[in-house]
């Protein structure tokens, strides 16, 4: 974007300001720089809000915690980049503590 004024000359670059909002919907954000290039991107991942009781939705070592890493065990094993390590199903897994199929506290 250029802007032209008398008094001032301005250039922003509106692709390469990374900032640390999620996407809509989603509740936490990952800046990865890359070592290479020095871009970054952003990575949002989880949902936003909070469970009907009012509490986290993320509740490591419980039934629901458990139903979760199966499902996302599932979603890893059928997609190659879904296992990545920066990929968002791999981000909310570590946040769900999964171990395999398991959720542990």
Known sequence: MFIHSPFLILTINLGTMATKTP???????????????GRTR???YGQAGKSKSG?????????????????SAGIA??????????SPNSLSRKKWKC???????
């Open 55 to 71: 509490k986290d939705r993320i509740s490591p070592g419980t039934k629901k915690g458990n139903a979760y890493c199966a499902r």
């Open 23 to 37: 996407a809509k919907g989603k509740r936490f954000v990952k800046v990865i720089k890359n070592s290479k290039t």
């Open 42 to 44: 952003k990575v949002s």
């Open 77 to 86: 094993r059928k997609h190659p980049k879904a296992r990545k390590k920066n």
């Open 99 to 105: 171990v395999g199929k398991k959720s542990m506290k």
